[in-house]
């Protein structure tokens, strides 16, 4: 499957969460960036302003869910 995973979780996913990475990680901020998929970030690559930042965990997964409600 190789990098096609990176589209494959993206498309799946309502919004993503980018914890640290590598250039995997990059591939898949871009993919949500293309596909205006919410992106929150800890400790992340900073490629853009639409990037949301987040502390914890927590606090990520909660900011997922608050942009996905208010996209519905």
């Known amino acids: 499957m190789g990098h096609a995973r990176n589209v494959i979780v993206v498309r ?3 919004a993503v969460i980018a914890i ?3 250039f995997g990680t990059l591939s898949e901020i871009a993919f949500a960036l293309r596909l ?3 992106i929150i970030g800890i400790k992340t690559w900073d490629v853009s302003t639409e990037i949301k930042k987040a502390e914890t965990p927590k606090e ?7 942009l996905i409600g208010s996209s519905a």
């Open 20 to 22: 640290g990475g590598s």
């Open 60 to 66: 990520a997964v909660d900011m997922a869910i608050e």
């Open 12 to 14: 799946s996913s309502s």
């Open 36 to 38: 205006e998929i919410p």
